[in-house]
C-alpha cells in the first residue's frame, strides 16, 4: 500500500502557501511525509491574488527541482481557487478578497508559473463563464474538481460535458447549516456516476457515520480519501499560518481561522487517516488501499 495524497496544503510545521518557503523547509516537510509512509503528493496552493498565486507557485517548482526527495514527494500541484464563491459559507478559510471570476488568462498563467506540474485545479462551477476554464484545464490534462462552490444542477451537468471529473473535500467548503434537502450536496451525488468524490475521514471534516453512508452510496470505487493537510499535521495545538492566514488549532486537533466555525484545512496525517478508515468506518485493508492509492492515482492520470 503507498498513500498518494491528492490535497496537502503542509506538513510538519511546513507551509507550502508560504510565499517566503525555503528549500531546507520543503526537504523537511518531505522527509516527515516519507517517514509517514506517503509516496507522493499534491502540493496545495490555495487563493491568493493571481500575481502571489503565481509567485508561490513559481518557488515552489524552483525549490523542488533543487531536491531529489522533493521531486519524488511532491509528485504534482494542486492549485485550489482562486476562481472559487465568495459567498460566506462557501468560500470557506480562503480570503474573500482575493477570490475572482475564472478567466482563461488567470488559468494560463498560473499554470505557466507551476511549470507543468499543475494534476489538479479547483474551481466553482457557477463562477466559470461559458465553462471556459474548466473547459481550457481539461484540455490541458489537468483534472478539473468543484469545490467552495454552489452551482445549480443544470449548472453542474454543463461542468461535466466540459469536463469537469471530481469534488473536492465533500461535505466541506459549504455552509455550515444548509437547506436540508436543496443543496450542493445532493446536487453533487446526483452525478455520483461521473465524478470522483474526496473526502476528508478524520472524524471531524464529515462524522464517521455520514462519511460512510456517502462511500457506500458512491461506490468506494469512486471515492478517494485525502488529509488535506496544513502545517499544524504532526505538531500540537496552538496558532499557525496557511497562505499568511492565522490558523488555530484547539486541543482536539480542529483548526480554524479565529472566530470562525468553518474548518480551515486538516492537521490528519496519513497514518491517522489509515487507522480512521479501519477503525472508525470497518474498512479492510483492500478497501483502504482503494482509497488512499489506486483510486487518487486513478483521478489524475490524463
Known amino acids: 500500500m503507498k ?9 510538519a510545521g511546513v507551509d507550502f502557501c508560504a510565499s517566503e518557503l525555503e528549500g531546507k523547509e520543503l526537504e523537511l516537510a518531505c522527509r516527515a511525509l516519507d517517514e509517514d509512509g506517503v509516496d507522493g503528493v499534491l502540493a496545495t496552493i490555495i487563493t491568493d491574488s493571481i500575481d502571489r498565486m503565481e509567485a508561490k507557485l513559481a518557488r515552489l517548482v524552483n525549490l523542488r527541482e533543487q531536491s531529489a526527495l522533493a521531486r519524488k514527494m ?3 500541484i494542486h492549485i485550489e481557487g482562486p ?3 465568495p459567498i460566506t459559507g462557501y468560500v470557506g478559510a480562503h480570503p474573500k478578497e482575493a477570490v475572482v471570476e475564472a478567466s482563461l488568462d488567470g488559468a494560463k498563467r498560473l499554470l ?7 494534476r489538479l485545479f479547483t474551481l466553482a462551477p457557477e ?7 474548466t473547459r481550457f484545464l481539461s484540455n490541458e490534462g489537468v483534472t478539473v474538481s468543484a469545490g467552495h462552490c454552489d452551482p445549480a444542477l443544470d449548472t453542474l451537468n454543463e461542468a461535466i460535458e466540459n469536463g469537469l471529473s471530481m469534488v473536492t473535500h465533500f461535505g466541506n467548503g459549504c455552509p455550515v447549516d444548509m437547506p436540508r434537502h436543496d443543496n450542493v450536496l445532493q446536487r453533487f451525488l446526483h452525478f455520483r456516476d461521473h ?6 475521514p478524520d472524524g471531524a471534516h464529515v462524522d464517521f457515520v455520514a462519511l460512510g453512508n456517502y462511500i457506500d452510496f458512491v461506490g468506494i470505487e469512486r471515492s478517494i480519501a485525502v488529509t488535506d493537510a496544513i502545517c499544524a499535521s504532526r505538531l500540537g495545538s496552538g496558532r499557525y499560518e496557511l497562505s499568511g492566514m492565522e490558523i488555530e488549532v484547539d486541543e482536539g ?3 480554524r ?9 486538516s492537521t490528519a496525517t496519513m497514518p491517522r487517516m489509515k487507522k480512521h478508515l479501519s477503525e472508525g468506518l470497518g474498512f479492510s485493508d483492500s478497501e483502504i488501499e482503494q482509497l488512499i492509492d489506486r483510486n487518487p492515482r486513478s483521478a489524475i492520470e490524463r
Open 127 to 133: 463562477c466559470d463563464p461559458g465553462m471556459a476554464t
Open 74 to 76: 511532491v509528485a504534482g
Open 195 to 200: 465524478l470522483w468524490f474526496c473526502f476528508i
Open 112 to 118: 505557466d508559473a507551476a511549470g507543468g506540474l499543475t
Open 253 to 255: 486537533g480542529l483548526a
Open 3 to 11: 498513500p498518494f495524497d491528492l490535497q496537502v496544503n503542509g506538513y
Open 257 to 265: 481561522k479565529p472566530g470562525s466555525s468553518n474548518l480551515a484545512g
Open 83 to 85: 476562481f472559487i464563491s
